[in-house]
């Protein structure tokens, strides 16, 4: 399942049922010009020559949209960062996606 998809709101489950909740949207050459997404991709960087052409995506950039919601990002009285939270949720998604890659915790980071 892919990570926009874990953080999609899915109308048949309790809202509690996730842990966060996030949206995506898409950046494509089309709209903002080849010229911009060269430069948006080499900001990143990511090798445009290492894109997939062939792959069904291969037209666009995938965006996550995050908004943690949350008063108390930092509840030090219980030991509990919820940005820390977060973030160790993404990198298990990533080490779930790229078994071969290292990710470091926010927590460990800090």
């Not at 993404?90 to 996606?97: D, E, K, S, Y």
Request: a negative charge; glycine letters at 6%; one cysteine or more.
């Amino acid at each position: 399942m892919p990570l926009h998809d874990a953080l999609r709101c899915d109308p048949d489950k309790a809202v509690q049922a996730r842990e966060f909740y996030g949206s995506m949207t898409t950046l494509r050459a089309e709209a903002l010009g080849e010229a911009d997404m060269a430069r948006v991709l080499e900001a990143l960087g990511l090798d445009p020559a290492t894109l997939l052409p062939d792959h069904e995506g291969a037209d666009r950039l995938v965006i996550l949209r995050h908004t943690l919601m949350n008063p108390f990002l930092e509840d030090s009285e219980n030991g509990i960062s919820y940005i820390a939270r977060y973030f160790d949720f993404l990198a298990g998604w990533v080490r779930a996606a790229l078994p071969s890659t290292r990710c470091v915790s926010a927590a460990a980071a800090a």
